[in-house]
Nanobody
Framework: QVQLEESGGGLAQAGGSLRLSCAPSGRTFTLYAMGWFRQAPGKEREFVAVSWTAGGTTYADSVKGRFTISRGNTKNTMYLQMNSLKPEDTAVYYC????????????????????WGQGTQVTVSS
């Protein structure tokens, strides 16, 4: 079992930056992939970015070139550096993780992930 805790959300102006962190605990040595999803009010949860053990990363088209996902050197902490923020980036951001190796195309699917954090609010003002 893996527990995930997000931090780093808050308020930013359009064009600004925020950095989210996700700290796992529990069976962290078996984590295969960790990703970020977000959910805006009245919308479905959507994929943002993922990083997996083989060193691969994938981004949603809406954040490509602006967001960077990375993994820490110790304790499997994951980060999401968000630059050039836009009001449409406003959402609750969720950290997710899976223990199961899969092909990369599965990582954009919510059902792929075994564990989820509680979410952290990101609000971008215009």
């Amino acid at each position: 079992q893996v527990q995930l805790e997000e931090s780093g959300g808050g308020l930013a102006q359009a064009g600004g930056s925020l950095r989210l962190s996700c700290a796992p605990s529990g069976r962290t040595f078996t984590l295969y992939a960790m990703g970020w999803f977000r959910q805006a009010p009245g919308k479905e949860r959507e994929f943002v970015a993922v990083s997996w053990t083989a060193g691969g990363t994938t981004y949603a088209d809406s954040v490509k070139g602006r967001f960077t996902i990375s993994r820490g050197n110790t304790k499997n902490t994951m980060y999401l550096q968000m630059n050039s923020l836009k009001p449409e980036d406003t959402a609750v951001y969720y950290c997710a993780a899976t223990l199961t190796p899969r092909s990369a195309e599965y990582f954009q699917l919510i059902a792929t992930y075994d564990s989820w954090g509680q979410g952290t609010q990101v609000t971008v003002s215009s």
